[in-house]
């Protein structure tokens, strides 16, 4: 698949119209996409949940959940997002170490389909809470497989002494925990590895690790209606043309010859990234070209507040002139105009030779860009142009 940034969806001179910095979303490539996962899912027991919090710009939520898809939320906020955009309060997921009770309350009063629980005192207060309204709340347990996949700078999740889910150790007692209360209703297990993940091994050592829990807790007379994944799937960040749709084919692959699943088990998955992070760029103008002693800089428009994964994890994404016409290129550090020095987009990026007034498109920008938005120094927030 070619670009689809420069294509006949959006000529450059209407791109030229709206006013920088914004996010340009190519609502095709999301439609495709989805699509795609659909399809490899279809046969399957199988439903993907949206994690929310990537992206939670209504316009994108709506095609999502016109999709099919359920959606994954972390916070009250986003189960209200969730409703609005159209997802069916059954196929919403609740996570998050830190649910509050008001947030409980919302999740319980429209009867979202999962909380996935991340301790016993947290399953204590939703207990009490539901018990509270009449009601039972559909539970699953998340789990800390203690799995650290060693990629290169991917942002775990699942590793023994991080604040995520619950040591495997402790999970047979907060099992029996879950099914004493009164107010819950165990559902399943649910697991979630981290961020980024481009290699199928951890993945592999995911379903190696259920499928000896699944047995364990069979011996006992125990069983799951759901086992839940988690997502982290990752994105090409350097070559977004090459691999516009992420490797959705070989994900599910993994899951489906390493896992066990028992007769009648649901698969869940929450992918977040994977399913948003090609369709967005963010679209800025060269405010200033300035050369110093050793570097050139290019000033833009758009900075950390606009999208702060450079400045946050030292993120990679790929940036093009889109109105150059020089067939020379210069070396330039690409940078925004926040007080801070981390606020930087790339270091030593090559580009055809740019001039104020350029227009640059920072790629794979979907997913955890405009969420991650801000207003630091008083900035407006971008806004979100669309494809047809
Ligand atoms: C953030 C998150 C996801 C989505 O992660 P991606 O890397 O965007 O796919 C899924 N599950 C949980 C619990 C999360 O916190």
Known sequence: M???LNDNLLPLDQLMQHETPFYFYDLDLLRATISHINELTASHNAIVHYAVKANGNPRILKEIA????????????????????????????????????????LGLEHEIGCFNVESVPELEVISQLATEMGKTANVALRVNPDIDAHTHRFITTATADNKFGIAIEFLPQVVKRAHALPGINLRGLHFHLGSQITVMR?????????????????????????INVGGGLGIDYADPDAHPIADFEQFFAT???????????????????????QCGSLIARATYVKHNRNKQFVILDAGMTDLIRPALYDAHHKIENLSSRSSERATYDVVGPVCESSDTFAHDCSLPTTQRGDLIAIRSAGAYGESMASTYNMRRLPQAVFSI
């Open 2 to 4: 070619e670009t689809r």
């Open 66 to 105: 016109a999709a099919g898809l359920g959606a994954d939320v972390v916070s009250g906020g986003e189960i209200i997002a969730a409703l609005d955009a159209g997802f069916s309060p059954g196929k919403i997921t609740f996570a998050g170490v830190g649910k509050t009770d008001r947030e409980i309350k």
């Open 202 to 226: 951890p993945y592999q050592m995911l379903c190696e690790t259920i499928n000896r829990l699944l047995d364990d807790f069979e011996h006992d007379g125990t069983t799951f209606e759901i």
């Open 255 to 277: 899951f489906h010859h390493h896992l066990n699943l028992r007769q009648g088990q649901q698969l869940h998955f929450e992918l977040g990234r994977s399913i948003v992070g």
